[in-house]
């Protein structure tokens, strides 16, 4: 994606005020009887300092605006699997190493569980679960199928993302070039010669329905 | 405020790991109060004391007070303590620089002159000059008095008066300590005198190590500050002009030392080149009485 | 205290959008404050619970600090919190300093390039798994080096520049940036200031607890890459155990300026080896005036590795560091 | 007729939901009012908890309960390992466990606990326990003695002088058996080579970290895990929680990688099982990688010393084996596997294997694909190599001498193979690799790279026999196939039900597959290690098939008249021979069924069952045509896969570095039952091993006892850019005849033999020189190439 691209993306989302504030939208609040760090216990009552943002924000996650209310350190890939419901987006590793927490943000791969879920607002969040248009499955979700991808498959919603930000990036890419847009995510059960016939068909069906 | 920097080791025990830096601060501050207080209270001029002219006979004009040795040491040391100092602590401060070389470099010459001061002092000199006795005690505390104005006759000192010694013991326990520790510690960095043995001690000796070095430099901050304003103060120039020409005359040595503790035997003067040498350098020490 | 790892401890977050706010805010927290750029050094730290900060400084949203631009007096102005990706695969980049084009694309994994800056890669923090684990070393403020001992794993750590501490600088963009004579302007509440790329590492014998200039309140605001050295011959090359998400055992970065088949100009960067990106001036001026052949580079090889002091698993290095200087300068292109 | 389904490509039913998102693993699940717990682990090798001080923690807010080893069910106590303990035999061993309403709650607690503890002494490295007065991993001694005593193993310091410090020291052994006379063999010889080798330790790292979440509904634990074997897991977690079988819903419909290491669960679900019914609400026990590092088992290392004896014809006359393995704080039987797999490649005519098992303070061990045998393989086949050189016999061609037929024998009781094609696959590999012009290529130098070829032929066990299988018919005339085995993502939860719709002539359309849940009344299953599943449950599942059939014939006897073997049954009907109207549908034949009930609607049931299969069997009772049955085929002999890689590599000599430029696999594995996923499991297989051989980590510090490679980026699992981009497979598909369907495992021979064919592949480049030792680093490589000091010492582990 273009730098400026980039910027403008961003802009969308913050008030050009001195500090970002979460953006108030429609959409109701999610359920915070949210997991993990609802916040409660011994931090409840931690206050926000003047300047400091606030904990409620509006996420833009597979085209729907959701409202929560996120611990300031919380990262994106807790935020989606705890709050939001959405176990697609899987934790390997938790340290941005393993991929099966990768996510699209503006269409470009990110590891969700390395980045604050208050620093991508405004920002067009996808995981695996916002693949699927009503009923059809995305051209990579397709190319699994047709290629019988993946063995355990932890690993397959983070590569099936990382496919689809190759294709945005690479619509036709070599088997080669799709290796290193791939080399982002581990497989441990080594099934890297499956993956590339996948991301290879994927190309193919996204050209023909292109 | 915290004495200790404490860590966990890799095993999770808590181990100090050396001296809280504030403590420089600390140092500085009570070496900067005790200047002050000082300079306030005790008067810059004493009244001179009384000469008996009969005490005086056979003695030469300037008595050696400090042989050359003696001097150069004191200065060699000084020298090397000053580098100490500033490399130990101006990076802790802010001002930083490639220091731990300079650091252990001079932390060595510091052994050797301390090394060769031990056999100077058991050698060539008369070690009893620096043992503090019961006299020094009375001493001590006429000298007290004295210098808050009380109406007492100011004793006379042995070859060294009891604050110097004082000093001086001061001086050797920190320095000691910090030479000490301080060798061990080149054990933990890469020199080529001695090899690296990072676990020659658990962690927890280790860290009190480097607590009682820490302690010691801090220590030595607090003497420097007191020993250079002395040295700096009038009524006792003529000592500092001692330890740099080596001797005192004859007037001082009777107005300030009791013959009995200090006794000058025949021909102990200053050497006449040196008496030459330090003839001119010796007029302000003379002229500031009169 | 137990050893808890994998939980973010709580912290106040910042996200000004300007970077007077940014640096007012830096001042106002001092070293309970944490600035916050692409965050991929920043949550191993805050993960293993290590660093606590108290309030991190998110640049997210401070948009003049993102961003590709010409140079006031020619060459390239880059944001330091354009990312890796952006850098990498920027045209003006590629074009005219294609060997930080290289470097940058490099780095890690493409997510991480995707979310990774130029300036958080350039300030990241030393890999060496004992300072990393939390351990009371040195560089963590404690009286020992883990690393050093006649027992330790050291085979990433350094075989020169090595004071106390023997980490290493794992960037990848800085050894590019000091060969392309790069300069860093920082910004803080006190102004700018501009630093040659190659005097804004430090070792640890000035500082065993930085690894740059920066202090508290400083802000690295971009990196300006000089014209004199666009479009001059390079090589780069990073050798690492693993193709991607992994750092280098030796990297090297080379800049040749060369006329009529003679080398007229050079600037030959090391890293890997020691706590900095390590220039081979030696080398340089040893090389101006030959041809960039084998033998030149064999002779610059062997200058580049005088001096190296290995630790007990790292006397590779030496061989390696020896081999890549070679390359720099036999296969730059 | 039947065989229809078996030998093509299908889309596994769970793949939609993997790729999806709605594939639900064990963290996915949630449950009303959940809260989490935290783990304290012991921050020593070993040591013995003094004190403990949870007050501070207690008091937090939001801190809802602390539990302790001693309210385990299952104490750790000598070699038996406890999910907490109270003397941590490892650093990183869980000592205690904290629930609180959030993980950041818990996190504060843990760290607010103060435990004091009494540290003891710890050993990394076996050899040094075995020397006089080294230390020992465990107060009671260094090795098992059985029937978890403790037991002593020293040697004299002479030994170790003898050996000096370049050769494995070989004292008295603890394990030890010969075939035929050694020194005979050795006397035979026209060759004879020799090596130290190391073997590194390796963490089996599976994508999925082993969480688990609890909670207790009227007396019954539901425990969500991941496991390799799903039925199988339920006893254990009864066990751990100390209730019966039958109270206990174990669910894990997904597993997100095992390879040996989750075989039936582990032994931290104990930990939410308990403390959820301590405090009474669901507790998630979300395992970190870090936490997965320590707790997550890992494969033992070898320091060993081999000696083979050829004839000049390129026979193995004799073969000396010594191993010493690091069996971690609790043991493993890598040790004896290895002995025994080291004769199923090399048949060798006499034989010696000698071998001590050490316990070292060190994390866990358990199986991984291929416990013992890829090692030995990666151990022994660079010798083989060396051996072929000096022989000047081609390396291919000394491989299919020494290779077995099917008059082949195993280890020391020389019991004979079911099947062995292993001349058959090397021919294949060395046809679909292109050997003969390879081969050629051994040496090329292409500027600062030089090309090396090699080869690796690894056999393993590949399944010994089934236990029940459970079919149902229901009145949607679809067939039922409840399988007890686990999803462990080889598609084996799909590809052993082919053979029951083989069978029954039933398109592949027709079959649901049932697993997952206990609750769902699944049949007591094998357990999926050893490389069972395909071969065992295909067996079961046959046997089920075999079983509706009859049952099917019976009931259409019975409602239509004449006798059972008068019927047929074909898509979905039964029906007489020759006439397919006088018949009724599946669908039509389950309502009969249910209306008929006794045998035919799971009434009655065979003896011979195992009692949890006639448990599910009853709780389904009723619901349709209910078929089950137990694996009663033959069960002589040993089963074996061999698989054979062939790898071409170009060796960097300015760095060391190494890359694959060609690698391609074939493999005896019986019948093919699923090609593609067949495929699949070799090369990933293949890849692990290369991933063992070229660069993942186990690195501790001597003087701490501590891991750094906890991480992935320090443990180094190969990436996708690590391995060829197009590796290339082949199957001799020929059927094992000791099973029905012809099926033999494939889950763990090809680790050994990628392991291998990258070792030899690299001492080729170097001309044919072994490095012996795994895994091999470019620094290992560059420091032998520029003569410089080994990085290592040649016996060093733990590197």
Redesign the interface.
């Given at each position: 994606m273009l730098q400026t691209e980039a910027i403008q993306a961003r802009r969308g989302g913050f008030t050009r005020r001195k500090f970002i504030k979460g953006v108030v939208a429609a959409g109701a609040t999610a359920s915070v009887s949210g997991y993990l760090f609802r916040g409660s216990g011994i931090f409840a009552p931690m206050l926000t300092a003047q300047g400091a943002v606030e904990r409620l924000v509006t996420l833009t996650v597979n085209g729907q605006q959701r409202r929560v209310d996120v611990p300031k350190y919380e990262t994106l890939a807790m935020t989606l699997r705890y709050q939001l419901g959405l176990t697609g987006t899987k934790l390997g590793c938790d340290r941005a190493e393993c991929g099966a927490c990768t996510v699209l943000l503006d269409g470009v791969t990110h590891y969700g569980c390395s980045i604050l879920t208050h620093s991508v607002q405004g920002r067009e969040v996808t995981t695996i679960e916002g693949l699927e248009q009503d009923g059809e499955l995305h051209p990579v979700q397709q190319a699994v199928m047709d290629e019988g991808g993946f063995q355990c498959a932890f690993c397959a919603p983070g590569f099936a993302m990382s496919m689809v930000g190759m294709l945005e990036k690479n619509p036709n890419p070599t088997r080669e070039e799709a290796a290193v847009l791939l080399s982002g995510n581990l497989c441990r059960c080594g099934d890297y010669d499956k993956i590339l016939n996948t991301a290879m068909r994927a190309a193919e069906l996204s050209r023909s329905r292109a | 405020m915290e004495f200790l920097r404490r860590a966990l080791n890799p095993w999770g025990e808590n181990v100090p790991i050396g001296v809280a830096w504030d403590l420089i601060w600390a140092a500085v501050i009570i070496g900067a109060v005790f200047v002050v207080v000082h300079a306030l209270l005790v008067p810059k001029k004493l009244p001179a004391g009384e000469i008996d002219e009969s005490e005086a006979k056979g003695l030469p004009d300037r008595i050696q007070r400090h042989k050359p040795g003696a001097r150069g040491f004191h200065w060699t040391m000084s020298a090397t303590m000053f580098a100490l100092l500033i490399t130990a602590f101006f990076p802790v401060i802010g001002i930083q620089f490639p220091w731990v070389t300079i650091h252990w470099i001079a932390g060595v010459l510091l052994i050797l002159t301390v090394l060769y001061h031990i056999y100077h002092v058991f050698a060539k000199q008369d070690i009893r000059n620096m043992w503090i006795g019961r006299r020094d005690m009375k001493e001590g505390s006429l000298g007290l008095q004295a210098a808050l104005r009380r109406p007492v006759q100011r004793p006379r000192a042995g070859k060294y008066p009891v604050d110097q010694k004082m000093f001086h013991h001061a001086a050797t326990l920190a320095t000691l300590g910090a030479v000490v520790t301080g060798v061990l510690m080149m054990f933990r960095i890469d020199n080529f005198l001695l090899p690296q043995n990072t676990y020659m001690f658990s962690d927890a000796a280790w860290g009190w190590i480097y607590v009682i070095h820490g302690v010691s430099g801090i220590a030595l901050i607090f003497l420097v500050i007191a020993h250079v304003y002395f040295a700096i103060r009038p009524e006792k120039r003529w000592m500092t002009w001692s330890m740099i020409n080596g001797w005192i005359t004859r007037d001082r040595y009777l107005e300030n030392h009791d013959p009995e503790r200090w006794t000058v035997p025949e021909g102990e003067g200053a050497g006449e080149v040196e008496g030459a040498a330090a003839g001119g350098t010796g007029q302000p020490a003379l002229s500031d009485r009169a | 205290?137990?050893?808890?790892?994998?939980?973010?401890?709580?912290?106040?977050?910042?996200?000004?959008?300007?970077v007077d706010?940014a640096v007012r805010?830096m001042r106002q927290h001092g070293d309970k404050g944490w600035v916050?750029a692409g965050?991929?050094d920043t949550?191993?730290w805050?993960?293993d619970?290590i660093k606590r900060p108290e309030?991190?400084i998110?640049l997210?949203?401070v948009?003049e600090l993102?961003?590709?631009s010409d140079g006031a007096d020619g060459g390239l102005d880059i944001g330091a919190m354009?990312?890796l990706?952006?850098v990498a695969e920027?045209a003006d980049v590629m074009n005219r300093y294609p060997l930080l084009a290289e470097a940058a694309g490099l780095v890690?994994?493409?997510?991480?390039r995707?979310?990774g800056t130029l300036g958080g890669n350039i300030v990241q923090d030393t890999r060496c798994?004992?300072y990393r684990?939390?351990?009371?070393c040195y560089r963590?403020?404690?009286?020992?080096?883990?690393a050093?001992?006649?027992?330790?794993?050291n085979?990433e750590h350094c075989i020169m520049g090595?004071?106390?501490c023997v980490a290493v600088s794992p960037s990848d963009t800085a050894p590019a940036l000091v060969a392309l004579d790069a300069e860093m302007v920082v910004a803080s509440t006190s102004g700018e200031r501009t630093w040659a790329a190659a005097d804004f590492f430090i070792?640890p014998?000035?500082?065993i607890e930085r690894m740059t200039v920066l202090k508290p309140g400083d802000l690295l605001a971009r990196i300006v890459l000089p014209a004199p050295w666009e479009g001059a011959r390079w090589y780069f090359e990073k050798?690492r155990?693993?193709?991607?998400?992994?750092?280098s055992?030796v990297s090297v970065a080379s800049s040749l300026r060369v006329e009529a088949g003679m080398i007229q100009d050079a600037r030959i960067v090391v890293n890997s080896v020691a706590p900095y990106p390590v220039r081979l001036r030696a080398v340089e001026s040893a090389i101006r005036g030959r041809a960039p052949s084998e033998e030149t580079g064999q002779m610059a090889g062997e200058i580049a590795v005088e001096g190296a002091?290995t630790l007990r698993?790292?006397?590779?290095?030496?061989?390696?560091m020896r081999?890549?200087v070679?390359?720099s300068i036999r296969d730059a292109a | 007729m039947a065989e229809n389904v078996i030998g093509t490509d299908i889309s596994p039913p769970d793949l939609r939901a993997k790729i999806t998102g709605r594939a639900r693993y064990a963290e996915d699940f949630r449950a009303e009012g959940m809260v989490f717990a935290k783990l304290l682990l012991s921050p020593m090798p070993h040591a013995r908890v003094r004190s403990v001080d949870t007050s501070a923690a207690e008091a937090m807010e939001g801190v809802l309960g602390i539990l302790r080893a001693d309210e385990l069910p299952v104490q750790s106590e000598g070699l038996r390992e406890g999910a907490l303990t109270d003397e941590p035999k490892y650093e990183g061993e869980p000592v205690l466990a904290v629930a609180a309403v959030d993980e950041t709650t818990a996190a504060a607690a843990v760290e607010a606990i103060r435990v004091d503890f009494e540290q003891l002494p710890f050993v990394l490295d076996p050899l040094e326990s075995l020397r006089e007065g080294g230390p020992d991993a465990h107060v009671g001694g260094n090795i098992s003695a059985g029937r978890g005593e403790f037991g002593s193993l020293k040697w004299p310091a002479s030994v170790f002088e003898e050996a000096g410090a370049d050769k494995l020291p070989m004292g008295e052994a603890a394990a030890e058996w010969t075939i035929g006379d050694i020194e005979t063999g050795f006397d035979e010889a026209d060759v004879v080579v020799e090596e130290t080798i190391v073997h590194q330790s390796v963490t089996h790292h599976p994508m999925e970290p082993r969480s688990c979440m609890a909670y207790w509904q009227n007396g019954k634990l539901f425990l969500h895990g991941s496991t390799q074997s799903t039925e199988r897991t339920r006893g254990g977690v009864a066990g751990l929680a100390g209730v019966e079988p039958e109270d206990v819903v174990f669910i894990g419909e997904y597993c997100g990688g095992g390879f040996g290491s989750k075989i039936s669960g582990s032994p931290i679900m104990a930990v939410p099982a308990v403390l959820s019914r301590k405090i009474g609400r669901p507790v998630m026990l979300r395992i970190t990688r870090y936490e997965e590092n320590y707790i997550g088992r890992a494969r033992a290392g070898f320091q060993g010393w081999a000696k083979m004896g050829f004839r000049a014809d390129g026979r193995m006359t004799a073969l000396d084996l010594y191993l010493v393995q690091d069996s971690g704080p609790f043991g493993a039987s890598d040790l004896f596997t290895a002995g025994t797999v080291a004769t199923a490649s090399y048949q060798p005519e006499n034989m010696r294997f000698r071998g001590a098992a050490i316990l070292t303070n060190t994390p866990p061990r358990s199986a991984q694909r291929a416990p013992g045998g890829a090692q030995i393989v990666a151990m022994l086949e660079p010798l083989v190599d060396k051996a072929a050189r000096e022989l000047d016999v081609d390396r291919l061609e000394i491989r299919k001498i020494n290779a077995p037929g099917h008059d082949g024998w195993l280890g020391a009781r020389q019991t004979p193979f079911t099947s062995a094609y292993v001349r058959e696959a090397l021919d294949l590999g060395g046809e679909l690799f292109n050997w003969e012009e390879k081969k050629q290529l051994s040496g090329q130098r292409n500027g600062t790279k030089v090309t090396g070829v090699g080869m690796g032929l690894s056999p393993f066990t590949a399944g010994s026999a089934g236990r029940d299988g459970l079919l149902v018919i229901r009145p949607d005339g679809k067939l039922y196939v409840h399988q007890g085995i686990g999803n462990l993502g080889t598609h084996s939860i799909a590809d052993t039900a082919r053979p029951a719709a083989d069978v029954l002539d039933l398109s592949w359309d027709q079959v649901v597959i049932v697993w997952g849940d206990t609750s769902k009344h699944l049949p007591f299953s094998t357990v999926q290690a050893g490389s069972q599943t395909t071969h065992a449950h295909t067996r079961a599942n046959h046997a089920a098939g075999t079983a509706m059939l009859g049952l099917l014939q019976e009931l259409a006897a019975r409602e239509l008249g004449g006798s059972p073997t008068d019927y047929r049954v074909a898509d979905g009907r039964v029906f007489r021979a020759g006439n397919r109207a006088a018949g009724m549908n599946f669908a039509e034949a389950a309502r009969r069924a249910i209306a008929t009930g006794g045998k035919f609607s799971g009434g009655v049931v065979p003896e011979d069952l195992n009692d949890a299969t006639k448990a599910a069997v009853a709780g389904l009772a009723g619901e349709g045509l209910i078929a089950a049955a137990r694996d009663n085929y033959s069960r002589g002999g040993s089963v074996y896969t061999w698989v054979a890689t062939f790898a071409q590599i170009e060796l960097d000599v300015e760095t060391g570095e190494v890359e694959i430029i060609d690698l391609a696999s074939t493999t005896d594995c019986g019948t093919v039952m699923h090609p593609r996923s067949l495929a699949a499991q070799t090369n990933g297989g293949v890849f692990q091993g290369i991933g063992m051989a070229k660069g993942q980590r186990w690195v501790f510090d001597p003087k701490w006892g501590i891991p750094f490679t906890k991480r992935f980026y320090t443990a180094r699992p190969p990436g996708i850019l690590d391995v060829p981009l197009s590796p290339r497979f082949a199957a001799v598909d020929e059927p094992d005849p000791r099973t029905p369907v012809g099926a033999k495992g494939i889950g763990e021979p090809p680790v050994g033999a990628g392991e291998a064919a990258y070792v030899c592949a690299v001492a080729d480049a170097m001309g044919g020189l072994c490095l012996c030792r795994t895994p091999l680093t470019a620094d290992m490589i560059l420091a032998e190439l520029e003569g410089r000091p080994r990085p290592y010492g040649l016996l060093e582990t733990h590197v």
């Amino acid at each position: 994606m273009l730098q400026t691209e980039a910027i403008q993306a961003r802009r969308g989302g913050f008030t050009r005020r001195k500090f970002i504030k979460g953006v108030v939208a429609a959409g109701a609040t999610a359920s915070v009887s949210g997991y993990l760090f609802r916040g409660s216990g011994i931090f409840a009552p931690m206050l926000t300092a003047q300047g400091a943002v606030e904990r409620l924000v509006t996420l833009t996650v597979n085209g729907q605006q959701r409202r929560v209310d996120v611990p300031k350190y919380e990262t994106l890939a807790m935020t989606l699997r705890y709050q939001l419901g959405l176990t697609g987006t899987k934790l390997g590793c938790d340290r941005a190493e393993c991929g099966a927490c990768t996510v699209l943000l503006d269409g470009v791969t990110h590891y969700g569980c390395s980045i604050l879920t208050h620093s991508v607002q405004g920002r067009e969040v996808t995981t695996i679960e916002g693949l699927e248009q009503d009923g059809e499955l995305h051209p990579v979700q397709q190319a699994v199928m047709d290629e019988g991808g993946f063995q355990c498959a932890f690993c397959a919603p983070g590569f099936a993302m990382s496919m689809v930000g190759m294709l945005e990036k690479n619509p036709n890419p070599t088997r080669e070039e799709a290796a290193v847009l791939l080399s982002g995510n581990l497989c441990r059960c080594g099934d890297y010669d499956k993956i590339l016939n996948t991301a290879m068909r994927a190309a193919e069906l996204s050209r023909s329905r292109a | 405020m915290e004495f200790l920097r404490r860590a966990l080791n890799p095993w999770g025990e808590n181990v100090p790991i050396g001296v809280a830096w504030d403590l420089i601060w600390a140092a500085v501050i009570i070496g900067a109060v005790f200047v002050v207080v000082h300079a306030l209270l005790v008067p810059k001029k004493l009244p001179a004391g009384e000469i008996d002219e009969s005490e005086a006979k056979g003695l030469p004009d300037r008595i050696q007070r400090h042989k050359p040795g003696a001097r150069g040491f004191h200065w060699t040391m000084s020298a090397t303590m000053f580098a100490l100092l500033i490399t130990a602590f101006f990076p802790v401060i802010g001002i930083q620089f490639p220091w731990v070389t300079i650091h252990w470099i001079a932390g060595v010459l510091l052994i050797l002159t301390v090394l060769y001061h031990i056999y100077h002092v058991f050698a060539k000199q008369d070690i009893r000059n620096m043992w503090i006795g019961r006299r020094d005690m009375k001493e001590g505390s006429l000298g007290l008095q004295a210098a808050l104005r009380r109406p007492v006759q100011r004793p006379r000192a042995g070859k060294y008066p009891v604050d110097q010694k004082m000093f001086h013991h001061a001086a050797t326990l920190a320095t000691l300590g910090a030479v000490v520790t301080g060798v061990l510690m080149m054990f933990r960095i890469d020199n080529f005198l001695l090899p690296q043995n990072t676990y020659m001690f658990s962690d927890a000796a280790w860290g009190w190590i480097y607590v009682i070095h820490g302690v010691s430099g801090i220590a030595l901050i607090f003497l420097v500050i007191a020993h250079v304003y002395f040295a700096i103060r009038p009524e006792k120039r003529w000592m500092t002009w001692s330890m740099i020409n080596g001797w005192i005359t004859r007037d001082r040595y009777l107005e300030n030392h009791d013959p009995e503790r200090w006794t000058v035997p025949e021909g102990e003067g200053a050497g006449e080149v040196e008496g030459a040498a330090a003839g001119g350098t010796g007029q302000p020490a003379l002229s500031d009485r009169a | 205290m137990a050893v808890m790892r994998d939980m973010i401890p709580p912290f106040e977050l910042y996200q000004p959008t300007e970077v007077d706010d940014a640096v007012r805010l830096m001042r106002q927290h001092g070293d309970k404050g944490w600035v916050l750029a692409g965050g991929l050094d920043t949550f191993d730290w805050f993960k293993d619970r290590i660093k606590r900060p108290e309030a991190v400084i998110d640049l997210v949203g401070v948009e003049e600090l993102r961003g590709i631009s010409d140079g006031a007096d020619g060459g390239l102005d880059i944001g330091a919190m354009t990312s890796l990706t952006d850098v990498a695969e920027n045209a003006d980049v590629m074009n005219r300093y294609p060997l930080l084009a290289e470097a940058a694309g490099l780095v890690a994994t493409p997510q991480i390039r995707n979310q990774g800056t130029l300036g958080g890669n350039i300030v990241q923090d030393t890999r060496c798994w004992y300072y990393r684990s939390g351990w009371p070393c040195y560089r963590a403020g404690g009286n020992v080096c883990y690393a050093a001992t006649s027992q330790s794993m050291n085979r990433e750590h350094c075989i020169m520049g090595a004071s106390r501490c023997v980490a290493v600088s794992p960037s990848d963009t800085a050894p590019a940036l000091v060969a392309l004579d790069a300069e860093m302007v920082v910004a803080s509440t006190s102004g700018e200031r501009t630093w040659a790329a190659a005097d804004f590492f430090i070792g640890p014998d000035i500082d065993i607890e930085r690894m740059t200039v920066l202090k508290p309140g400083d802000l690295l605001a971009r990196i300006v890459l000089p014209a004199p050295w666009e479009g001059a011959r390079w090589y780069f090359e990073k050798v690492r155990d693993r193709k991607a998400w992994d750092f280098s055992l030796v990297s090297v970065a080379s800049s040749l300026r060369v006329e009529a088949g003679m080398i007229q100009d050079a600037r030959i960067v090391v890293n890997s080896v020691a706590p900095y990106p390590v220039r081979l001036r030696a080398v340089e001026s040893a090389i101006r005036g030959r041809a960039p052949s084998e033998e030149t580079g064999q002779m610059a090889g062997e200058i580049a590795v005088e001096g190296a002091r290995t630790l007990r698993h790292n006397d590779y290095k030496v061989a390696l560091m020896r081999n890549l200087v070679k390359r720099s300068i036999r296969d730059a292109a | 007729m039947a065989e229809n389904v078996i030998g093509t490509d299908i889309s596994p039913p769970d793949l939609r939901a993997k790729i999806t998102g709605r594939a639900r693993y064990a963290e996915d699940f949630r449950a009303e009012g959940m809260v989490f717990a935290k783990l304290l682990l012991s921050p020593m090798p070993h040591a013995r908890v003094r004190s403990v001080d949870t007050s501070a923690a207690e008091a937090m807010e939001g801190v809802l309960g602390i539990l302790r080893a001693d309210e385990l069910p299952v104490q750790s106590e000598g070699l038996r390992e406890g999910a907490l303990t109270d003397e941590p035999k490892y650093e990183g061993e869980p000592v205690l466990a904290v629930a609180a309403v959030d993980e950041t709650t818990a996190a504060a607690a843990v760290e607010a606990i103060r435990v004091d503890f009494e540290q003891l002494p710890f050993v990394l490295d076996p050899l040094e326990s075995l020397r006089e007065g080294g230390p020992d991993a465990h107060v009671g001694g260094n090795i098992s003695a059985g029937r978890g005593e403790f037991g002593s193993l020293k040697w004299p310091a002479s030994v170790f002088e003898e050996a000096g410090a370049d050769k494995l020291p070989m004292g008295e052994a603890a394990a030890e058996w010969t075939i035929g006379d050694i020194e005979t063999g050795f006397d035979e010889a026209d060759v004879v080579v020799e090596e130290t080798i190391v073997h590194q330790s390796v963490t089996h790292h599976p994508m999925e970290p082993r969480s688990c979440m609890a909670y207790w509904q009227n007396g019954k634990l539901f425990l969500h895990g991941s496991t390799q074997s799903t039925e199988r897991t339920r006893g254990g977690v009864a066990g751990l929680a100390g209730v019966e079988p039958e109270d206990v819903v174990f669910i894990g419909e997904y597993c997100g990688g095992g390879f040996g290491s989750k075989i039936s669960g582990s032994p931290i679900m104990a930990v939410p099982a308990v403390l959820s019914r301590k405090i009474g609400r669901p507790v998630m026990l979300r395992i970190t990688r870090y936490e997965e590092n320590y707790i997550g088992r890992a494969r033992a290392g070898f320091q060993g010393w081999a000696k083979m004896g050829f004839r000049a014809d390129g026979r193995m006359t004799a073969l000396d084996l010594y191993l010493v393995q690091d069996s971690g704080p609790f043991g493993a039987s890598d040790l004896f596997t290895a002995g025994t797999v080291a004769t199923a490649s090399y048949q060798p005519e006499n034989m010696r294997f000698r071998g001590a098992a050490i316990l070292t303070n060190t994390p866990p061990r358990s199986a991984q694909r291929a416990p013992g045998g890829a090692q030995i393989v990666a151990m022994l086949e660079p010798l083989v190599d060396k051996a072929a050189r000096e022989l000047d016999v081609d390396r291919l061609e000394i491989r299919k001498i020494n290779a077995p037929g099917h008059d082949g024998w195993l280890g020391a009781r020389q019991t004979p193979f079911t099947s062995a094609y292993v001349r058959e696959a090397l021919d294949l590999g060395g046809e679909l690799f292109n050997w003969e012009e390879k081969k050629q290529l051994s040496g090329q130098r292409n500027g600062t790279k030089v090309t090396g070829v090699g080869m690796g032929l690894s056999p393993f066990t590949a399944g010994s026999a089934g236990r029940d299988g459970l079919l149902v018919i229901r009145p949607d005339g679809k067939l039922y196939v409840h399988q007890g085995i686990g999803n462990l993502g080889t598609h084996s939860i799909a590809d052993t039900a082919r053979p029951a719709a083989d069978v029954l002539d039933l398109s592949w359309d027709q079959v649901v597959i049932v697993w997952g849940d206990t609750s769902k009344h699944l049949p007591f299953s094998t357990v999926q290690a050893g490389s069972q599943t395909t071969h065992a449950h295909t067996r079961a599942n046959h046997a089920a098939g075999t079983a509706m059939l009859g049952l099917l014939q019976e009931l259409a006897a019975r409602e239509l008249g004449g006798s059972p073997t008068d019927y047929r049954v074909a898509d979905g009907r039964v029906f007489r021979a020759g006439n397919r109207a006088a018949g009724m549908n599946f669908a039509e034949a389950a309502r009969r069924a249910i209306a008929t009930g006794g045998k035919f609607s799971g009434g009655v049931v065979p003896e011979d069952l195992n009692d949890a299969t006639k448990a599910a069997v009853a709780g389904l009772a009723g619901e349709g045509l209910i078929a089950a049955a137990r694996d009663n085929y033959s069960r002589g002999g040993s089963v074996y896969t061999w698989v054979a890689t062939f790898a071409q590599i170009e060796l960097d000599v300015e760095t060391g570095e190494v890359e694959i430029i060609d690698l391609a696999s074939t493999t005896d594995c019986g019948t093919v039952m699923h090609p593609r996923s067949l495929a699949a499991q070799t090369n990933g297989g293949v890849f692990q091993g290369i991933g063992m051989a070229k660069g993942q980590r186990w690195v501790f510090d001597p003087k701490w006892g501590i891991p750094f490679t906890k991480r992935f980026y320090t443990a180094r699992p190969p990436g996708i850019l690590d391995v060829p981009l197009s590796p290339r497979f082949a199957a001799v598909d020929e059927p094992d005849p000791r099973t029905p369907v012809g099926a033999k495992g494939i889950g763990e021979p090809p680790v050994g033999a990628g392991e291998a064919a990258y070792v030899c592949a690299v001492a080729d480049a170097m001309g044919g020189l072994c490095l012996c030792r795994t895994p091999l680093t470019a620094d290992m490589i560059l420091a032998e190439l520029e003569g410089r000091p080994r990085p290592y010492g040649l016996l060093e582990t733990h590197v």
